[in-house]
């Protein structure tokens, strides 16, 4: 299918430098009183922003998480004009757009309206808060300026769909549970769903990056067994976190097995870092793991992790 062109003037470097944009932003979340915590951010090698807090206490589950902060514009004015994005008698909005694939949600947050009259400087507040069991894995969000109100003299090439987004500011992409973990784990709260399960959204296994937009195993915190998974304690949650990530990796290694690609993934060839097969390509050739049948992949996956939850290794 090929790509849509806009035929919408969008907004681009050169107003972007004329514009003068700056973002002060920070992640928070309230704890039992209300009182707003902030939380870390960090940026890893795909410029994806991991957050937490330093006693790692915060549960975006329970608690969900805010942004806050303020967008400033240097020069507004520089937006309208019979060459700009539009003419001096329309209005822009400004707003935040996220959205959710894990989560299968999106939205919009409106700020503020900017026309032709805005002061410089301009400071406009940002302050949002997602509520607890909205959103989980990746949350995609964007500081976007789209057409508020036509004018009534478009000139040629300007937008004249109220609502058309014509360019974003600043994105963010925020991963809410805990990505640095070796497993693709996301916490859900589905009181109809199983205990755990997994999705595959991975056409290019060489390719792409062994994480939760691809593969994700589904661990759901309405389940009655969630908390001996999530903290095993006993002996018997222990046995219990086994068998459920077992399972979950078995299901994972037996679909690639089958995909066009497992050749090269067990001889390590042509996998990029940090893609899915390069990743199951280590653990078949480091880990004590028997591949030869379902049978013994099931006995050599439990032994190991059993063997690690008992060391202490997991």
């Known amino acids: 299918m090929p790509n849509k062109v806009s035929m919408n003037r969008l907004f681009d470097e050169a107003i972007e430098e004329l ?25 890893d090698y795909e410029y994806k922003t991991l957050l937490s807090n330093d006693d790692d206490s915060w549960d975006y589950v329970e608690k969900g998480f805010g942004l806050l902060g303020i967008v400033k514009l240097g020069f507004p004015s520089s937006l309208f004009g019979p060459t700009q994005l539009v003419n001096a008698d329309a209005e822009l909005g400004l707003a935040l757009q996220w959205m959710s694939k894990q989560s299968s949600q999106r939205g919009v947050i409106s700020l503020s309206t900017i026309t032709s009259t805005t002061p410089n400087d301009v400071s406009i507040p940002i302050d949002y808060y997602f509520q607890k069991d909205k959103l989980f894995g990746e949350v995609h969000i964007s500081l976007v300026v789209f057409l508020k109100k036509a004018s009534r003299n478009n000139m040629r090439g300007q937008a004249q769909l109220p609502g058309t987004i014509l360019g974003r500011l600043v994105e963010w992409l925020v991963i809410l549970d805990g990505s640095g973990s070796t497993f693709p784990i996301v916490i859900v709260n589905e009181p109809d769903k199983p205990l755990w399960y997994v999705d595959f959204n991975y056409s290019e296994p060489l390719v792409e990056p062994f994480d939760k937009e691809y593969i994700a195993i589904y661990l759901n915190k309405a389940h009655v067994a ?15 976190y086994v068998e459920f990530l077992a399972g979950a990796l078995q299901l994972i290694l037996q679909h690639l097995m089958e995909c066009p690609d497992w050749q090269d993934i067990q001889d390590g060839r042509n996998c990029e870092e940090g893609s ?15 591949f030869d049948t379902p049978e013994k992949l099931a006995m050599s996956l439990r032994n190991d992790l059993e063997t690690r939850v008992k060391t202490g290794d997991m």
């Not at 700056?22 to 960090?42: A, E, H, I, M, W």
């Not at 969630?226 to 219990?240: G, M, N, R, S, V």
């Not at 899915?276 to 028997?290: A, E, P």
């Open 19 to 43: 514009l003068n944009v700056s973002v002060d932003l920070q992640f928070f979340y309230r704890d039992d009183n209300g009182s707003k915590k902030f939380l870390n951010q960090t940026e």
């Open 226 to 240: 969630y908390q001996a998974i999530q903290k095993p304690k006993t002996k018997l949650d222990q046995a219990l």
């Open 276 to 290: 899915i097969g390069q990743v199951i390509h280590y653990f078949k050739t480091t880990l004590n793991w028997d």
